[in-house]
């Protein structure tokens, strides 16, 4: 790397990791170094009195030091808490060589380095439960400076709290953000418990295929990547619905899979475009059952993440205890619009978007139109956990036809917060009726609606060699983890959510320079100075160019000779 690319910390931590090397201390060893503790553990089960001390191997970062002469306090952060560490220079140092106090933990060792302690544990005089050093060992050198929050006069500065770094830079966002990691550790419970869950009934989980060569099993719009081996395109997947049923037909009880599913749609607060999905499939169930399941299993869920069935969010309890309201799609409709559009055909339906002043276009079937009237006027307003039951048949192909009410299907969507958070359906089985769905998607398709499901012919041939009645369910695990932690953006429960890539200035190749007749080896510390273009130079006051230049010439030690101002005028009057 260009020493020119490099803070004057990150040049400083360099050249203490030279110096380290020089000593005969390898800033990052490859041998194991064995811990029998963590911070937090230790801290919990201290006694005073304790007759022998507890003798600890621990390990970390530094992340903060305070040096007071021949003794030192440190505060060490593992991958549970922080603990502090008490050291002193003869602890540490016994013979008579005092360097590795001195001059490596003094001097050399940052903020940010790993170490790896051995001592004993004690409470200090001001009762805080600490560990004595004994011995301290480097672990590993880190050449970047962490933002570490500082406090003065209960102000913090150099909070490292802008979301777009904090999601681009989530590595140091776990380290020096408290709470973010736990965010993290709970998403793990929520999938852990689902999984416990899925497998105590029974159920197996599988994996189905992340490239496919029909984007199916919902209404959406696909990544497209191209197959070299086969030259063919292929899709992302948008679902494993349809692969998991055919698993159904192929003899499993019940299958489920935790997994991304990818989407070439928008990113907001509640999206982003790959995110991960629980679907389910269960033999000989229906929607009612699939509806009683999931209720347990979200109450189950929210009492292991937060230890009771309720969570705070936006100053909102919501209480995911079983049972919730099951209100027909229709009828919310009717509730929040005053429009019954029960019986209503695509037609009619238009004329009362056009009543409710919506945007709509001709590329918008009767589902879409539906669809469309439910989002605006209804999902927003059903903060408490609610199934939304019953959907017109335009809007579900593949879903069972409902046994009662005509026209409609056996198909829930259960909102939380004003989100959707499931989508369920007892299963279609009927594999000419399929494939009548299909086609009716396909005219909507050739309308120009691109997220419309393309007819999947294999999965319409397993269908015909018998699928039993089934119910199934998909799951945002992203809003779940949300709902269950209080977050409202999707990108907070996201290790690494989609960014756009980071803008990089725009730079003139050094040949561009030369042709001024500036040496290749001061492009760069033009460049550094501020200059990237060769027509940013052209106003440039000759003498402050000349300044600047030799200025970081001396700063960074670059032993090269310097220009004239004369010379540097030269370069300017050539643009």
Known sequence: MNVLELSEQEIIRRNSLNELRAMGIDPYPAAEYVTNAFSTDIKAEFKDDEAEPRKVSVAGRMMSRRVMGKASFIELQDSKGRIQVYITRDDICPDENK?????VFKRLLDLGDFIG???FVFRTQMGEVSIHAQKLTVLSKSLKPLPIVKY??????????????RYRQRYVDLVVNDGVKDIFLQRATVIRT???????AGYTEVETPTLQNIAGG????????????LDTDMYMRIATELYLKRLIVGGFEGVYEIGKNFRNEGMDRNHNPEFTCMELYVQYKDYNWMMSFTEKLLEA???AVNGKPEREIDGKVISFKAPYRRLPILDAIKEKTGYDLNGMDEAQIREVCQKLNMEIDETMGKGKLIDEIFGEFCEGSFIQPTFITDYPVEMSPLTKMHRSKPGLTERFELMVNGKELANAYSELNDPIDQEERFKEQMKLADKGDDEAMIIDQDFLRALQYGMPPTSGIGIGIDRLVMLMTGKTFIQEVLFFP???????????APAKFM???????WVAVIQKVGYNLVSDMKEVNPQKLHQDICGVNKKYKLELTNPSVDEVAGWIQKI
């Open 117 to 119: 302690i051995e001592g």
């Open 515 to 521: 042709e001024l007749g500036i040496p290749e080896a």
């Open 99 to 103: 360097d590795l106090y001195n001059v």
């Open 152 to 165: 003065k006069d209960g102000v913090a500065y150099d909070k490292f709290e802008d979301p777009e770094l």
């Open 498 to 508: 989609q960014m756009r890539p980071e803008k990089v200035a725009p730079k003139d």
């Open 301 to 303: 869920v929210c009492i």
């Open 194 to 200: 689902i999984r416990r869950i899925l497998d105590e």
């Open 218 to 229: 919902a209404s959406a719009k696909p990544f497209i990547t191209h197959f070299n081996a």
